[in-house]
Nanobody, 122 residues
Framework: QVQLVESGGGLVQAGDSLRLSCAASGRTFSSYSMGWFRQAPGKAREFVAAIRWSGGSTYYADSVKGRFTISRDNAKNTVYLQMNSLKPEDTAVYYC???????????????WGKGTLVTVSS
C-alpha cells in the first residue's frame, strides 16, 4: 500500500513558477514509477509528466515540455514537479500517482493522491 500526499499548489500569475511535491508513504517507494497528472474544470484528467523508479527516464506531455521538470528523491520518498513559465491553461488540480507497471497512464496507475490546485491568472 502506498499513500500519496501532494502539496505546493496555489495561485500565481502567468510566467511565474511553482514546485509541487508528492510525499509517499511505504518502504517500497523506490520500486514505483511516478507520474503527475492534471484535471482542469470540465475536462478529463490528462498526463503531465512521469519518471521511472530509477529516475533514469522521464516523460512529458508536449504541452509542458521545456517548462516542467519532474524529479524524485527516493531517500525522501518524494517526487517533485518544477513548473516554470506557467500559463493560464496550466490551471488544474494536479495529482501524483504511482505504478509498478511498465505503462504510465491515467487508466492504469495503482495509487493516486487527492490532488493540489494550481491556478494561473493572466
Amino acid at each position: 500500500q502506498v499513500q500519496l500526499v501532494e502539496s505546493g499548489g496555489g495561485l500565481v500569475q502567468a510566467g511565474d513558477s511553482l514546485r509541487l511535491s508528492c510525499a509517499a508513504s511505504g518502504r517500497t517507494f523506490s520500486s514505483y514509477s511516478m507520474g503527475w497528472f492534471r484535471q482542469a474544470p470540465g475536462k478529463a484528467r490528462e498526463f503531465v509528466a512521469a519518471i521511472r523508479w530509477s529516475g533514469g527516464s522521464t516523460y512529458y506531455a508536449d504541452s509542458v515540455k521545456g517548462r516542467f521538470t519532474i524529479s524524485r528523491d527516493n531517500a525522501k520518498n518524494t517526487v517533485y514537479l518544477q513548473m516554470n513559465s506557467l500559463k493560464p491553461e496550466d490551471t488544474a488540480v494536479y495529482y501524483c500517482a504511482a505504478t509498478q507497471g511498465a505503462t504510465i497512464s491515467t487508466k492504469v496507475m495503482d495509487y493516486w493522491g487527492k490532488g493540489t490546485l494550481v491556478t494561473v491568472s493572466s
